[in-house]
C-alpha cells in the first residue's frame, strides 16, 4: 500500500488527524470506515477532520475514490445504527421516567416533542445527517421512537453518501489544502453549537419566568 507523502504524515503527527492518517495508511477504506463509526458513536471527533483527509488520500493512491465514499459511508451506517439501537433499548418508558424528574420541564413537552418526530421524523434523519453535531445524536430519538429499521437505514446511508461526499470530495480535490475543509465546517459546527445554546438559554429564560408569574396568578 502506498504511504501517505511524508509531508502529510509529518504534518498531523498527532491529534485526530495523525490518529486517523494512521488507520488510513495502514487499514485503506476500511481504516476510514472505522474512523468515521467511531466518529458518530463519540461526536466529539470530527468528521471534518477525517473524511478530507480521506479525500487527500485518495488523491495520494492510499485509495480509490470509490473505496473512500463506500467505507465511510459504511462507517457511518454502522455507527449511525449502535446509536439507534441506545435510543431503542432506552425505550420510550424510560425516558418519560428520566424526563419526568428533571427540573424546569414537562410531560408536555416530550409528548410535543415525539408528536413532532413522528410527524417529521423521515425529514429530520435525512437532513439531521447532513448537520454538524446532529447528524450522529438524531439516532438516539430514531431508535426512541422505533423509527422501521429499513427507513432508518435507507434515510441513514442517503444522507451520510451527501455529506460524506462533500467532504471527501472537497479533500480530494483541495490536495495537500484539505485543512480548509476543517476550517469552513469548523465554523459551521460553532454556528450550529450557538444556536442551540441560544434556543436553550431563551428557553430556560421563559420557562423560569412562567414559574415565577405561576403563583401571582393563583394569589390573583
Known amino acids: 500500500m502506498t504511504p501517505f507523502p511524508t509531508t502529510l504524515a509529518q504534518e498531523p503527527a ?11 495508511d495502514t487499514l485503506g477504506g476500511p481504516g476510514a470506515g472505522v474512523a468515521i463509526a467511531l466518529e458518530n458513536l463519540f461526536p466529539p471527533l470530527p468528521s471534518e477532520v477525517i473524511l ?10 492510499v485509495l480509490s475514490l470509490a473505496s473512500a465514499l463506500f467505507w465511510t ?25 428520566v424526563w419526568a424528574r428533571l427540573p424546569l ?10 408528536e413532532w418526530f413522528r410527524r417529521h421524523g423521515t425529514k429530520a434523519v435525512l437532513l439531521g445527517r447532513m448537520v454538524p453535531i446532529f447528524r450522529s445524536l438524531i439516532s438516539v430519538p430514531a431508535g426512541v421512537e422505533r423509527m422501521p429499521v429499513p427507513l432508518f437505514l435507507l434515510l441513514t446511508t442517503v444522507g451520510s453518501l451527501v455529506w460524506n461526499s462533500v467532504l471527501v470530495l472537497a479533500g ?6 484539505w485543512e480548509l475543509v476543517e476550517t469552513y465546517v469548523g465554523v459551521a459546527s460553532k454556528a450550529v453549537v450557538l444556536l442551540v445554546l441560544a434556543a436553550a438559554a431563551t428557553w430556560l429564560v421563559v420557562r423560569l419566568r412562567g414559574r415565577g408569574a405561576e403563583p401571582r396568578h393563583r394569589r390573583a
Not at 73 to 96: D, K, N, P, Q
Not at 105 to 114: A, F, G, H, M, N
Open 172 to 177: 480530494y480535490a483541495l490536495g495537500d489544502r
Open 73 to 97: 459511508t459504511l462507517g457511518s451506517v454502522v455507527g449511525a445504527l449502535a446509536l439507534y439501537a441506545i435510543g431503542a433499548l432506552f425505550g420510550r418508558e424510560r425516558m418519560h421516567a
Open 52 to 61: 478530507p483527509l480521506t479525500g487527500f488520500a485518495a488523491g495520494q493512491g
Open 105 to 114: 420541564v414537562r410531560v408536555s413537552d416530550l409528548e410535543r416533542t415525539e
Open 14 to 24: 498527532g491529534g485526530v488527524a495523525g490518529w486517523a492518517t494512521g488507520l488510513v
